[in-house]
T-cell receptor, first 114, second 113 residues
C-alpha cells in the first residue's frame, strides 16, 4: 500500500529545540497539505503546496514554522524553538488537484514538547 | 468556504442504523460534500463524497436534499469498529484553487454492544 507516509510517528523534544518532520505523499499527487490536530479538535489547516509551490499558509503558522516541498515530492515541516503549545499531532495529506477535497492522510507525527 | 455544523456526539448500539447530519447553509454552487472518518492516533480516512441527491458505496450512504444546505451520512448496521469521529467537509472538488480546507470538530460516534 503506497499511501501517505510520515516520519517519525512520535517525537519528544525539550522546549526550545528544533524539530523536523517528513511527509512522503502518494507519488502522483501534486497537492500536499499540513494540518495540526490537538486532542478533541478537528484538524487545523497549516499550509499547502501545489507541486513545489507553497500556495497558502494559515495564520496559525508562526514564523517559527517553515515548510518545504523541494522538487514537488516529499515535504518537510520544521518547528524552531519549540514551545509546549506546539504539542499536537501533525498530519500530512495529499491529493490530486483535480480531486480537490478528496484528501489522503498519513497517520501523523505526534509531537510532545516537555 | 462553507462552514459546517455537526452534532458533537452521538451514541448508538450495534446493528442500528446511524444518521449524522451536517449543516452547510452557505454551500457554493460548485462545492462538493465529503465525509471523513478518524480513529484515535490515525489520520482521517475518506468515506464518501457527493454533490446532490444520494450516493452509496460499500461503507455508507450520503443523502443531500435539493437545496444542498445539509447532508446526512448514513451508516447501516453499525458495529463497535465504527466508533470514531466523523467529519463533514465542503469545498471545490474538481480543480479549484482553494487549499484551506476547514474541518470542524466532527461528530464523535460511540457504538455500544
Amino acid at each position: 500500500d503506497t499511501g501517505v507516509s510520515q516520519d517519525p510517528r512520535h517525537k519528544i523534544t525539550k522546549r526550545g529545540q528544533n524539530v523536523t518532520f517528513r511527509c512522503d505523499p502518494i507519488s502522483e499527487h501534486n497537492r500536499l497539505y499540513w494540518y495540526r490536530q490537538t486532542l478533541g479538535q478537528g484538524p487545523e489547516f497549516l499550509t499547502y503546496f501545489q507541486n513545489e509551490a507553497q500556495l497558502e499558509k494559515s495564520r496559525l503558522l508562526s514564523d517559527r514554522f517553515s515548510a518545504e516541498r523541494p522538487k514537488g515530492s516529499f515535504s518537510t515541516l520544521e518547528i524552531q524553538r519549540t514551545e509546549q503549545g506546539d504539542s499536537a499531532m501533525y498530519l500530512c495529506a495529499s491529493s490530486l488537484m483535480l480531486m480537490g477535497i478528496t484528501l489522503h492522510f498519513g497517520n501523523g507525527t505526534r509531537l510532545t514538547v516537555t | 468556504l462553507a462552514k459546517t455544523t455537526q452534532p458533537i456526539s452521538m451514541d448508538s448500539y450495534e446493528g442500528q442504523e446511524v444518521n449524522i447530519t451536517c449543516s452547510h447553509n452557505n454551500i457554493a454552487t460548485n462545492d462538493y460534500i465529503t465525509w471523513y472518518q478518524q480513529f484515535p492516533s490515525q489520520g482521517p480516512r475518506f468515506i464518501i463524497q457527493g454533490y446532490k441527491t444520494k450516493v452509496t458505496n460499500e461503507v455508507a450512504s450520503l443523502f443531500i436534499p435539493a437545496d444542498r444546505k445539509s447532508s446526512t451520512l448514513s451508516l447501516p448496521r453499525v458495529s463497535l469498529s465504527d466508533t470514531a469521529v466523523y467529519y463533514c467537509l465542503v469545498g471545490l472538488n474538481y480543480g479549484g484553487s482553494q487549499g484551506n480546507l476547514i474541518f470542524g470538530k466532527g461528530t464523535k460516534l460511540s457504538v455500544k454492544p
